[in-house]
């Protein structure tokens, strides 16, 4: 993949070496003993992030690791604690248990994945039990002493048994070491960089995409940026839609758009929501992947499409189609009526329109 991103990069001058600022319209590039002074008119600012680190459990990358170090492991540990319980502590947990580890994951609030509904983490956490995953909510890791980890759950103290413990509570934005006052740049709360709708900062010469700027830390949403950022700076019309697919590559698979049901009904709208399992899905149930479903927020006033979980199998490629749909405004109806080959995983979603636009219809049923 890197080679393949280097072949694109291939009319591009590549500079290797460490980027500071040293005014507004300035660069300075360190390699070895020589640094390299750059002039800019546009530049587009993209460091990504670095795993968060947690004080009482100093990252070695032999036994206490963070995601970059997991990755890197040459043998499957007997028994691995993962510290966090969003993205990227499930999804390891996941690929580690499949590979015969013994996880527990410790997650100091009270559940995992905290950016999904209920009902969908629900799926997940039935599948980490079939996996053999403990999930310890609630709970925090005090230190690790040898093999020992020393947990405080409730102001109760517990000890278990880990060969590794895998540090994964968020990402840190690589933004502390650019100088950025003598660009005329303050980094907001958690050293990311406010941008504009075409990822310009307060100096309009410097634009900033990915995880340096607000939102999830994901993928997809710094390349939409960085391709915002470019059309920008070149004069051409663009603007960063903030609609930005959510995806967990758990097992099953858990994706979401747009508005959850939870924060819908916090926001006091009225809305309806149709939800289609794949355990009567046909081509779920010949792939005997048959956990989880689609489910619907619609607005209760007028049937539009404003959010959307998918669980199950697919879930990150179902999630386009919905994402779609939560951007054009699409009214559950339209949804419903599309016709979706059989059999697909795709039917799910047109019959959890059509159970939405069945509820749209009684209006004792819609939920506030």
């Known amino acids: 993949m890197r080679g393949g991103v280097g072949t694109l990069l291939r009319r591009v001058e590549v500079i290797a070496g460490t980027a500071r600022f040293v005014g507004r319209d300035r660069v ?37 690791l963070d995601s970059t170090g997991a ?37 100091v609030a009270d559940r995992i994945l905290a950016e999904f509904d209920d009902d969908a983490v629900g799926v997940i956490g039935a599948a980490l039990d079939r996996l053999g995953v403990v999930t310890r909510t609630g709970t ?28 994964a509570v968020g990402r840190v934005p690589n933004t502390d070491d650019l100088q950025l006052g003598d660009a005329g740049l303050e980094c907001g709360p958690g050293g990311r960089i406010a941008v504009d709708p075409q990822q310009r900062t307060a100096n309009p010469a410097i634009y900033a995409i990915g995880d340096i700027t607000d939102g999830p830390a ?5 390349s939409e940026q960085g391709r915002v950022a470019a059309d920008a700076l070149c004069g051409e019309p663009a603007a960063f839609d903030q609609l930005v697919p959510l995806v967990a590559f758990c097992e099953p698979e858990l994706a979401a758009v747009g508005l959850s049901e939870r924060a819908a009904q916090a926001s006091g709208q009225a809305v309806v929501v149709g939800k289609a399992a794949f355990g009567v899905n046909g081509r779920a149930l010949t792939i005997e992947q048959a956990d989880g479903f689609v489910k619907l927020v619609v607005d209760a ?19 386009s189609e919905l994402t779609v749909a939560v951007e054009c ?40």
């Open 28 to 64: 300075a590039v360190e390699s070895d003993d020589h640094v390299e002074h750059l002039q800019f008119r546009s530049v587009v600012i993209a460091t990504g992030s670095r795993p968060a680190t947690v004080a009482a459990l100093p990252v070695d990358q032999h036994r206490i």
């Open 71 to 107: 990755l890197a492991l040459s043998v499957v540990p007997d028994d691995l604690v993962v510290v966090g319980g969003g993205y990227i502590g499930v999804e390891l947990g996941t690929a580690y248990a499949r590979l015969g580890s013994r996880v527990t994951i410790v997650e």
């Open 140 to 167: 925090a890791v005090i230190r690790v002493d040898g093999d020992e980890v020393h947990l405080d759950h409730g102001g109760t103290a517990e000890t278990i048994k880990a060969t590794h413990v895998l540090v």
């Open 218 to 222: 994901l993928a997809h949403k710094a």
């Open 301 to 319: 006033a007028h049937g539009f499409v404003i959010g959307a979980q998918v669980v199950g199998p697919n879930a990150s490629e179902l999630i």
């Open 329 to 368: 405004a699409l009214r559950v109806d339209d949804l419903a009526g599309a016709i979706h080959p059989h059999p697909t995983l795709g039917e799910a979603i047109a019959e959890a329109a059509r159970r939405a636009h069945r509820r749209l219809q009684r209006p004792s049923t819609r939920l506030r």
